[in-house]
C-alpha cells in the first residue's frame, strides 16, 4: 500500500513514535473490513512538526476537533487516494457511546503489537486498548470490527 509506505517513510523510516489505530490496526488483527483511511497517533512534539512537513497534502488543517465521539488535535492529509488522520497524544477524549460522557484516552507506545501489514512493520493499537475504544464508541462500524478482531 502505498500510502503506508509514504506515511512510514515521512515518520522517519520508523524513529518517530507512532501507533496505529482504526481500520488499519483492525485488518492487521484480520479484520475484513475495506480499508478506507489509516489513523494513527504521534507524540505531541512529534506532531506539529509533521504536520508541517506534510503541508502540500493536508486536507483537514491541524485543529483541536470534537466529532464522532472523538476530541482531539489532528490533521487529515491525503495520499495515493488514502485518507491519513494523524493525532496529537495531547490529551486525546473519547466519547462513551451509551452514556454520552467523555473520558480520556489512553495511548500506550509501550503496549503496541508490531506487524507487518503491507510490507511494513508497524507499531499498532494493543489489540486490548483497540477493542475497549471501539466499545466504548458504539459506533455500528465500531462492533463490527471488535467482533471481528476480538478473539
Known amino acids: 500500500m502505498k500510502a503506508l509506505e509514504w506515511i512510514e517513510s515521512k515518520l522517519h523510516h520508523g524513529r518517530t513514535p507512532r501507533l496505529y489505530c482504526g481500520g488499519l490496526a483492525v485488518r492487521a488483527y484480520g479484520g475484513s473490513r475495506p480499508l478506507n483511511d489509516i489513523d ?9 512538526p509533521l504536520v508541517d512537513a506534510l503541508g502540500a497534502y493536508i486536507r483537514k488543517p491541524a485543529l483541536r476537533q470534537r466529532e464522532a465521539g472523538w ?4 490533521a487529515q ?6 485518507k491519513i488522520e494523524i493525532g496529537s497524544d495531547d490529551h486525546p477524549r473519547i466519547q462513551d ?3 454520552g460522557d467523555w473520558g480520556v484516552l489512553d495511548i500506550d507506545y509501550a503496549a ?17 486498548q483497540l477493542i475497549a475504544y471501539k466499545r466504548t464508541l ?3 462500524v465500531d462492533l463490527i470490527d ?5 478473539r
Open 146 to 150: 471488535v467482533s471481528q478482531i476480538d
Open 77 to 82: 492529509f491525503v495520499y495515493d487516494g488514502i
Open 97 to 99: 457511546g451509551m452514556t
Open 112 to 128: 503496541a503489537e508490531q506487524r507487518i501489514y503491507a510490507g511494513c512493520t508497524i507499531p499498532l493499537m494493543a489489540r486490548r
Open 71 to 74: 476530541d482531539l488535535t489532528y
Open 40 to 48: 494513527l497517533f504521534v507524540p505531541d512534539a512529534h506532531f506539529w
Open 138 to 140: 458504539r459506533r455500528d
